[in-house]
């Protein structure tokens, strides 16, 4: 196994690609009683088009379908739920679908290989018939509509609904009650064969492993697939501008919550190595910290005022297909707020004894996730998925400088291009 | 005084807590839930909030943090601080030890104006807890529990909410809050701990040697509250709200003294998804969303808490007494004593994993009495019958049915 390492966190991190190419990382903790795995398909809310690479067609599915998948694929035909099986093994098991991928997991303290069975079992045994998939679709419409009410879900892809006109990172992760209404048993089993291929995936592992012998045992449970050809994802063409300024909708919250975004407009000329993308996400991180975080003038300022009772929650978010920034906070006036915010995004000083000080917060949190099997688990799963090593975080710390952190902060931050989603209470 | 070290080398942090153990009355709690948002606004070394963020921060991301706790007749505030552990900085430095001098200093050197707190940050957190107290209704699980409790406890200063009254906040001042908290620190006990891999390099900061009350160790066993009243008729409280959704509280009076075999009788009852409550009164009957049992050591009572639909009141009542009555008639299997045993060792077995759940571990033995290791716990509830929670059981009688229901 290829292995990489940091010697001052004592961290070593094993990889493997399987010759079916599904490529497991496995990151082992020593004396830890909780393990954790994660199994993710690189499926997520935005590849409803795309070219079948076995047939070579082009394939154009509904909204929504990598979410009803990922309901789905718990159903076995001997009729036992692997989820509801996994927790009566005292295994606390999950699946959840984002944008870009779709994953499987669960964490315990025993009967880690009886999980495993299980787990690699329910993932290569699709079982979908028309009944079972017509029964799930009243209980997504549901969890739609739950959605629908969401006040922070709304506000969040309402930001996104600003940001791009076409691209699919703005839809809603489950679909909408009319694009689900197309999916149909073959549906499944077409976006199942081409994306839940071995080679179209990610498996972390991380606990107290040897890791060749854990590597052995997943093979052992891996069944043997026909190689597939890269899947060609079809998405539409770059945009170049944001698509609207402002969006407001009404719900059920006390006080106004509002977000503000932003496209990182530069991103798709610096798509680079591994490193060169997370010395961009942790300084983008950064600069958030030092102009808006809890030790910013003008949260200090804001807080002061009482326009803002608690600090504002900020991330950057990226894909080989998009990348943006929201800034989310609660205040009774939003827009004078936003004001304020967007211009001292675009304005405010950071000094270089700011940015040292932030580095070293940057560099602490990076380390606090060795702690937790989960929270390693999780970072390595969501930085492969976009082609970084999470180690190389805490190199690209070594290597950005202030000057560094004030050139992306003015490719990013410029007012004129901001946009602010608004959910305010309901009336009466 | 000395510092409570427990050595270990599976974590990249070292987690620094202080503990501030003082006695629960009506007539303190609600100035002692306020001390901890006063002492984190600043201290004679860091003036501000913001200055002691942004020494955090420099401390390579370091995390402080405090909470407030009743266990039985005792009131525990809680401090932390975590930081990374030495051998990970980039540099030189022990900094586990500022972390333990920056906690103390937070703790006991607060900023001070005129020789007592800053006028202003006490008027601004009375503010925020009055707010607090005022939107205790927000959230109605919590809301339902806290009624359920003040009304099982009746007099007991265990009842108490854990933020006070707003009668007693608005008598509070800069001034009296100071005084007061100079006569807790002479008469608290003071736990400090530290659990990571640097202990050995940590030295009592000398700003705490003058505090708290070395005598406290003996008032240990005082932790625990007498038993409940025995009562002919349970209290019956019904709470009107705007809820949509009903919540039923069931306080028990536990007589039994072997708290082994009440934790393995509260785990069938109603510990986890394996228990008679969950599986009878969502699984079969539909009857809730939510319901678990919760065993209360220090105070000898079990709630049950349950979220129901309004319509479901009677029956779900009926059927959460079949498993009380059930369980008393001797109706247990040998599964459900595995399952449930298995479900508290695990338990056990998790504690080390976690560092603040060492820390608290730790500290119910050093001033709560709870003297058991985790492997003598481990044989003791291994050791534990059927007959033994047939007995528990049939110890267990209601003195609280409370009810929220809808305004109409």
């Known amino acids: 196994m290829e292995v990489v390492e940091n010697k001052k966190l004592d961290i070593k991190v094993y990889k493997e690609t399987l010759d079916n190419g599904c490529q497991v990382i496995i990151i082992p903790r020593k004396d830890r009683k909780r393990k954790y795995i994660i199994w993710a398909t690189k499926y997520g809310s935005i590849d409803s088009n795309f070219i079948d690479p076995t047939t070579n067609q082009e394939m154009h599915v509904p909204d929504g379908v990598a979410h009803y998948l990922e309901h789905k694929m718990f159903e076995q035909e001997n009729g036992v739920d692997s989820l509801y099986k996994m927790m009566s093994l005292g295994l606390n098991a999950n699946a959840y679908t984002t944008t870009d991928h779709t994953a499987y997991l669960f964490s315990c303290s025993e009967n880690f290989y009886e999980g495993l069975d299980e787990l690699m079992d329910y993932f290569q045994h699709p079982y979908f018939t028309d009944e079972n998939v017509e029964k799930e679709r009243g209980i997504i419409g549901q969890e739609i509509q739950m959605y629908d009410d969401d006040p922070e879900w709304s506000l969040y892809i309402n930001t996104l609904r600003c940001l791009y006109k076409n691209n699919p990172v703005r839809l809603d992760t489950a679909g909408t009650i009319e694009t689900i209404s197309h999916i149909t048993k073959e549906t499944l089993y077409s976006c199942y064969n081409t994306f839940y291929h071995p080679s179209n995936t990610i498996m972390c592992v991380s606990g107290d492993f040897e890791p060749n012998e854990l590597l052995e045992e997943i093979k052992k449970r891996m069944l043997p697939r026909e190689k597939q050809s890269e899947i060609k994802r079809i998405y539409p063409e770059y945009e170049n501008d944001i698509n609207q300024k402002y969006i407001e909708a009404k719900k059920d919250v006390n006080m106004p919550i509002f977000m503000a975004g932003y496209r990182d407009f530069s991103k798709t000329e610096i798509n680079g190595t591994s490193l060169e993308k997370a010395k961009r996400d942790i300084t983008v991180k950064m600069i958030l910290d030092m102009l808006v975080g809890g030790c910013s003038d003008v949260y200090q300022k804001l807080y002061n005022e009482g326009l803002v009772k608690t600090e504002m929650q900020y991330a950057y978010e990226t894909s080989d297909e998009y990348a943006h920034v929201v800034v989310q906070g609660e205040s009774k006036e939003p827009q004078t707020v936003y004001d304020q915010i967007v211009d001292a995004l675009q304005n405010n000083e950071f000094t270089e004894a700011d940015f040292e000080r932030t580095k070293k917060k940057a560099y602490g949190e990076n380390v606090y996730d060795y702690d937790d099997v989960i929270a390693i688990g999780r970072t390595y799963i969501n930085t492969a998925i976009q082609g970084i090593d999470a180690l190389d975080y805490i190199t690209a710390l070594n290597e950005i400088d202030y000057e560094y952190a004030k050139k992306v902060r003015g490719e990013i931050f410029k007012k004129d291009k901001a946009v602010l989603s608004v959910v305010k209470p309901n009336e009466g | 005084m000395e510092i409570n070290k427990i050595k270990s080398k599976k974590f990249v942090t070292n987690a620094i807590a202080i503990y501030l153990t003082t006695k629960l009355d009506k007539e303190t709690i609600t100035m002692n839930a306020l001390i901890p948002e006063i002492l984190k606004r600043g201290t004679e070394n860091y003036k501000t909030q913001l200055d002691i963020s942004k020494k955090l921060e420099d401390m390579y991301g370091a995390v402080f943090n405090f909470s407030r706790e009743k266990v039985g007749n005792f009131f525990v505030m809680k401090f932390y601080i975590s930081t990374l552990e030495n051998k990970y900085l980039p540099e030189e430095k022990n900094l586990a030890q500022e972390g333990i001098n920056l906690l103390a200093d937070i703790v006991f050197n607060p900023l001070k104006e005129d020789g007592v707190f800053n006028a202003k940050y006490v008027e601004q957190e009375k503010e925020n807890r009055k707010k607090e107290i005022e939107s205790r209704k927000d959230d109605k699980d919590a809301y339902a529990y806290s009624r359920a409790l003040e009304e099982l406890m009746e007099d007991n200063p265990y009842g108490s909410f854990i933020y006070g009254d707003i009668e007693h906040l608005e008598k509070i001042d800069n001034k009296n809050l100071y005084e007061h908290y100079q ?179 730790e500290y119910a033995r050093e001033t709560l009495a709870d003297d058991d290791s985790v492997e003598d716990k481990e044989k003791k509830i291994r050791a534990v019958t059927i007959d033994d929670v047939i007995r528990v059981a049939k110890g267990v009688s209601v003195n609280l049915v409370y009810y929220l229901t809808n305004e109409k």
């Open chain 2, 183 to 361: 006569k807790l620190l002479k008469e608290c006990k003071i736990d400090i701990f530290v659990d990571g891999c640097d202990v050995d390099d940590i030295a009592l900061p000398e700003i705490i040697k003058q505090h708290g009350d070395p005598e406290f160790k003996q008032l240990s066993d005082e932790v625990k509250n007498k038993l409940l009243n025995e009562v002919k008729e349970p209290k019956k409280v019904i709470d009107k709200l705007d809820v949509t959704q009903g919540k039923i509280d069931i306080g028990l009076r536990v007589s039994d003294e072997d708290k082994y075999a009440i934790l393995v009788y509260n785990q069938i009852l109603g510990g986890d998804a394996n228990s008679k409550l969950f599986q009878n009164v969502r699984e079969k009957n539909g009857l809730a969303y939510t319901v678990r049992s919760t065993y209360s050591k220090y105070n000898n009572f079990i709630m049950i808490r349950t979220g129901i639909q309004l319509e479901n009141f009677d029956k779900c009542l009926k059927v959460i007494e079949d498993q009380l009555a059930d369980l008393q008639n001797g109706k247990v299997t040998e599964k459900e004593m595995t399952d449930a045993k298995e479900c508290l060792y695990a338990a056990l077995r998790e504690i080390d994993e976690n560092q603040l759940a060492t820390i608290n571990f």
